[in-house]
C-alpha cells in the first residue's frame, strides 16, 4: 500500500511547464515517473513531439521511458481506466488525456516512432554528427562503434604511430620522446603503448594545455601555466593553515623564545613566524609541523623532555597552544609535512613533454583512423560539440535547435561530463526564464558513480548552485528541488540508510568531489514482520567450527546458504548478490554451485580464466603458428580432442615442428587421423575466410560443442560461443595481428550469464550493474575491499586531475623520476587528489549498494569488528559500518563468523549406505608436524608503497627475492632479468607484467645484498650456512620443520639472518618496530631449533632481519627509534 507522499508539493511543482529546475531525486524516489509525468505534462504545450528532447544514459531506461509514455497514451485512447486505483496513476492518464487533445487533429503524430525524441545523450549526438557533417567534421557514414571497436580504434591508432616512428618516418623529437619514455618504463614497449592509449581516452583534457612540442617556448609556456595551477592548488592548503595560524601570531613567536631559551633543537628549527602560503614556505610549515604534532603525525599528548621540549615544558602556558591543536588542523598539518620539497621543476616537466609529444602524435593518427572506420564515445560528444559551436557565426544546426527546440530533460545528471555540460549550454543560448522554453534535470549525487566514464558529480552541484553555463551570456538559472519520499524500501530500511549515511557523508569536503547526504522517508508500509538488517564479518578464530576455511570462502559458503534458505522460502521474491568487483567471484560462485542454487550471473568473471577459452585461444594460435611447438602440443590434448600418453611420447621419434610431426601421419591412430583430417580442412579456408568461421567449424567437427558441455556444462558452451565473437572482431588482420588483438580482447571480456540461470529470480552482479534496479532482497558481499588497492598496476606516466574551483582547470605531472624514485611535489598532490576522489566515490558506491533493496538488506566482508579505528576516517565500506553503526540499535544485527545453516546440507554429500558401518577407532597420531613460519607469512606484505598487490603477486615476488639472494650467499652468478622474469612467471606472474617487475626485484635483492651493514656482517663471518633446514623434536609429540635463510658463525657466536620482503606505507620505523614483534616469536623458535640440533648454548645464538625493501638490517637487540 502507498501511502500520502510526504513531498507531493514538490513533485506537484516539479510539473510546472513554466518553470526550468535541478531535482535532486534520491534511490527510490519514483524520478522516472517524474520525468514521464512532466514529458506527457510538456506534450500538451507543444505544436510537435520533436520539441522535447529528452535524454537519459543507457539505451534501455531510454527504451523504458519511451514505452511508458506510448502506453499512457494508448492507455487513454483506448478509453482504458486505471485499474490500480493510485492516485499517481490517475494523473499521469490525464495528462495523457491532455496531450491528445493538444493533437487531436493530428493524434497520429504521438504514436510515430520518429515522433517521440526520447534517447541516449550519444544518440543525441549521433543524430547532430549525421545531420551536420561538415560542423561536425566527421564524413558521412561515420557511425559509432561498439564497445570492444573502440578500445580497438585506439590500439590500433597507437600501435600504428609507434610503429611509424620505430621505422623513422617520425620527427626528431619524436623518436627522442619515443626512446625517452621507453627508458622510463624499464624497455617494455607495451606497457609505453597502454600509457599513450590512457592518454588518449582523456584527449578531451589536453586542449586545456599549450600546445604538444619540445621546443623551448613552448616547453616554458607549459612550465609557467603548470607552475601557477601548481602553486594555487598547493596555495589552498597552505592559506588555510596560514589564515589559522596566523590568528596566534603572538603565541607562535612566544613559542620560538620559549623553546630556544630551553635548548633545545626545536629552538632552532621552529620558524620565528608563521609561514606564508607560498611554495618556498613549505620547508618552514614541515619544521613547524615537528613542534605541534608526533613523528606518526598525531596529536601530541604531552610535551616532555623525551619528547624534545625543555624541562617541565608541561607547565608554560603556551603547552596548552600545543595539546589543544584542533583535530582538522592536525590533519592538514600532517599533510603538508609528507609533501616532497619543491624543486626547480616540481612537475617532471621534461618527461611529461615526451609523454605529450607522443599523445599529440597519436591523437593525429587516431583522427584519421575515426575519419575512415568509426568514432568513440568521446570523439562522438567533441563531433556534436563541434557542429554547434561555431565561434564566427551560428552554426546551421545551432540554428536548427534554437528554431524547434523547446524544451530539455536530462535523466541521471549527477553522471554528466564538462563536454555535455556545454552542448546543453549550447542548446540553451538565448533562452531566458518565462519566456516558454525550459530546462528540466533529474539526478542524485549520492549515485554518481562513473568517474571512470569520465563522469564529473560536481557538476550537479555546479548547475544547482549557479545555473547552466552558457559561453556568451549569463548562465540559465534551474531552480533547485529536493524529492524526499522513498517508494521503493520499506521503512526500517529507510532508516538504517538514513543512520548510516548521514555519517558516511558527514562534512563534505567539495575540493574531493564529496557529496551532501539528504535523508528518505518512506512512502510504504512496515510489513507485519520485517527482516532486520545484518552485517555478517568474518576473520580468523582459534576455536571455530568452520575453520578448515578461510574467511573470505567462509563468507561465500554463509550467503549462498542464506541466499538458498531465501529462495526455498520466498520463490516468487527477487535475490541479489552485490559485488564490488569481479576479484574473489570465482570463490563465492563455487559456493552456489554447491548448493545447487541458479543463479543469474551478469557479466562473470575474466575469459582468460576460463579454460575452455585458453583452449580456444591455443587452437587458433596453432593455426596462426606452424612452428609454435607448444601451441600444436597442447591441441592434441584438448577437452574435445585429447590423444594418450602413449602416442604422446611416440612424437619424441619423429623430427621436425610438431605441427608436422603430428599432420605427418606417421603415428598410426584413428583419432589422429580424424585430427589431421579436420584440420586440413581447417588449413584450406584459414585465412580466406573469417577466422570465426574456420575455428568455430573446425572445433565443431572435432566435437567441441558436445565435450565442452560435458565437461564445462552450457556456461562452458555460451563462453566458447562469446570467445568467437570477439575472435570475428579480428577478421581482416593478418594472423599474427589478429593473434595479438585476440589477446587483448579476451583481457578485457567477461563471460556472458549462464543459460541455466537466465530465469533465476536470484542475480549476482557488481554493485555498479545493480544502478536503478531493485530487487526484495539484497546481499552486499566482500565489503572489505580497499577502494585504493586492486591488483598490481604499473607505474603510470602522468598523473591528471581537475582542480578545485570555478576555473575547472586540469593540471598534468611526470610521476616519480625514475632516476631517483621519488615524486615531485605536483605527482604527489595529484596522486593523493586522485585517492581523495577514489574514496568520496567509494562512499557513494556504498550508498547504492545499501539502497537497492526493497524487503531485506544484508552486508558482509572480512574484517576485525573489535579492532576501533578513526570514526572520520572512511577506509572501507564495511569498516565504516562497524564504526558508524552501534549493535544494539533496532533492526540491525551484527553477526560475527556466522555458520551456514546446516538443515540447508550446504555441500552435496553422497547418499548414506543402508550397510551397517563397523566401527572405527582411528589411532592417534604419534607426532605432529609444526613450522614457526610459512613463507605466506615472510611475503605476504611484499607491496608497492602506496598500493595494494594481490597475495599472488606478493608471494611471488617474495619467493623470487628469496632465491636470488640463496643464489648470491652461495656465491653463483647473479641471474639476469630474463632468467629472474621466468621465475616469477613460473609463481603465477603474467607474461606482460614479468618484464617490469624482474628488474625491479633484481635491483631490490641486490641492494639488499650489497647494503653497508649485511656486507660488513657477511664479510666478517667465519661460516656461512645457507638454506639450512633443521627438524626438532621436543622429546614428547612435536616436530618442528624450518628451513633458514642465513646462518653465520661470528667471532662471539652464531647469528640466524632471516628476510622480509614487505615494504612499509610511510610511518618506516613504525612499521620496522610492528614487523619485529610480529615475528619475534618466529624467530625465537629459530634460535630454539638450532640451539637443539646444532648443540649451541641458545645464549650465543642472536638474530636479525633483513628488510630487503629498505634496505636495512636491523639486529634482535637493536632499538628501534
Known sequence: MVLSTPDQKIREEALHTGGSFIVEAPAGSGKTDLLIARYLALLSKVSHPRQILAVTYTRKAAVEMKNRVVRKLNQVRESKKNISGAPWEELLLSLAGKALKKHHTHPAILFHPESLQIGTFHSFCASLSRGWPVESEIPPGVDLLDDIDQEALVQRAVDQYIKSILL????????????????????????????????LGRRDRLKDFPIFSSEERAQEGLRSELNHRLEGYAGHFLDRLNQNFIRFQKEWSCLKEALRDGGVPFGESFPASVPRQTLDEISKWKRGSEVFLTKSKTLRKRVSTADGFPKDFKNHPLATFILQLPKDLATLLGFVRDWPDPEEDSLGLEALTDILILAGGAMRRLQDLIRTQGMDYLELEMAALRALNHAERPSESLIFQHEHLKHILIDEAQDMNDIQVEILGRLTEGWEPGDGRTVFVVGDPKQSIYHFRRAEVGLFYELKEKGLPRNSEASLPLKPLLLGANFRSRPHLITFANRLFEKVMASPRKEYDEVRFSPSQPAREEPGQSIPTRAAI??????????????????????????ARLYRERPEETIAILIPA?????????????????????????MNRRPEVHHLFNLFTAMVRPYDDVAWAGAVRAPWFRVS???LLGFKDVTGFWSERILSKKIASPELTRFCEAIAEAQKMFGRESYRSTLSRLWEDLDGPCQTAALYGAAGVSNARAFFDLLDLCSGMPGEEALLQLHRLLEKAYTPPDPKGAFSKVSMMTIHKAKGLEFDHVFAVHLDYNPLGGSRREQPAYRMERLPGEEKHFLVAATADRRTGLDHLGSYLLKDLSQQRTLAEARRLFYVAATRAKESLTLSGRGNPHKNGDEDEFKTPLSSLLKMMKTDEDDFKLLENPLPSLSLGVERKKPVSDRMVPPFDPEPLPYQVTSPSRIEDETSQATEPGAEEEEGYARARGVVIHRILETLAREQPCLESEAIASALAREGIPLKETGGMAHQVLEEALKAWESPDFLSMRESAREVHVELAIEDFDGKRTVRVGRFDLLLRMEDGWLLVDYKTGRPEKDVEGWIQEQLERHRPQLNAYTQMVGRTLK?????????????ALPRLVRQDERVQ
Not at 617520425?170 to 621507453?182: C, F, Q, T, V, W
Not at 570463490?587 to 551478469?602: E, G, S, T
Not at 649451541?1096 to 628488510?1107: H, K, N, S, T, Y
Open 168 to 199: 623513422e618516418n617520425g620527427s626528431r623529437e619524436e623518436r627522442d620522446a619515443y626512446i625517452n619514455r621507453l627508458a622510463g618504463v624499464n624497455n617494455y614497449p607495451d606497457a609505453l603503448s597502454r600509457q599513450i592509449v590512457e592518454l
Open 1096 to 1108: 649451541i648454548p641458545e645464549e650465543q645464538i642472536g638474530w636479525a632481519v633483513l628488510f630487503t
Open 538 to 563: 568474518f576473520y580468523d578464530e582459534k576455536d571455530s567450527n568452520d575453520g578448515n576455511f578461510s574467511p573470505l570462502e567462509r563468507e561465500a559458503r554463509w550467503v549462498a546458504a542464506e541466499t
Open 582 to 606: 569481479r576479484t574473489h567471484l570465482p570463490v563465492i560462485v563455487r559456493a552456489f554451485m554447491k548448493l545447487d542454487v541458479p543463479l543469474r550471473l551478469l557479466e562473470g568473471e575474466s
Open 645 to 647: 600418453n602413449e602416442i
